[in-house]
């Protein structure tokens, strides 16, 4: 396992990741830089939700949170995402890791894991596409961290109040490559914030 530092070791790690070379916008799928990935991982780590936990990433893309959660010592990790290619470019990523990854729709997703990890659609293109992630979430986990776009806090902060008690809110910038015909501009930063939840359904 590679021995990392602080959170800025694990940053420059997850900066040399494999991404894939195409992206769906009706998925609202973009990379998550690895600034935002290493923040969130090391918020869940000094909260104790990373070493030697059960997590999956749901939504996991290029496999960055899936990966950085094995590298800061989660006991197994789970990566899941809908998009085949996303899968293919994670398991490469993720060689040697001993990580599975899978191929399914989040809704899909059974069992019950300590921490769950999610950068999910924020719901600019299909409307409400986020809350099939909030949902699986807070039915499969006892600790969430999950970004959500600025925009839409009040509704994610309604939903997740009744289904979990808030912890933590961090706001912060995503910063979005140029991956899709109407950006106009090489990097854009998306006003984004972290949340950090304990469900009432699982955790004591």
């Not at 923040?39 to 070493?51: E, K, Q, R």
Request: aromatic share 8%; no cysteine.
């Amino acid at each position: 396992m590679r021995i990392i530092k602080g959170r800025k070791d694990l940053a420059i790690f997850l900066q040399n990741l494999e991404h894939s070379s195409t992206y769906r916008n009706d998925l609202e799928q973009y990379p998550t830089d690895a600034e935002t990935a290493a923040t969130v991982l090391f918020n869940a780590f000094m909260s104790g939700d990373i070493a030697g936990k059960n997590v999956v990433d749901l939504g996991t893309g290029n496999g960055i949170f899936a990966i950085g959660a094995h590298i800061l010592g989660a006991d197994s990790v789970l990566g899941i995402d809908i998009d085949q290619d996303q899968i293919r470019v994670a398991n490469i990523n993720g060689q040697g890791t001993g990580i599975k990854f899978l191929t399914m729709d989040v809704s899909d997703v059974s069992g019950h894991f300590d921490t769950v990890i999610m950068n999910p659609p924020f719901g600019s293109v299909v409307k409400a596409a986020d809350r099939p992630f909030m949902e699986k979430a807070v039915e499969i986990g006892d600790k969430i961290y999950a970004i959500h776009n600025l925009k839409g806090v009040e509704f994610v902060s309604k939903f997740y109040g009744k289904n979990a008690k808030v912890l933590h809110i961090e706001k912060m910038g995503i910063r979005v490559p140029r991956i899709y015909a109407h950006h106009t501009s090489d990097y854009s930063v998306i006003p984004s914030v972290i949340f950090e939840l304990k469900t009432k359904i699982h955790a004591p």
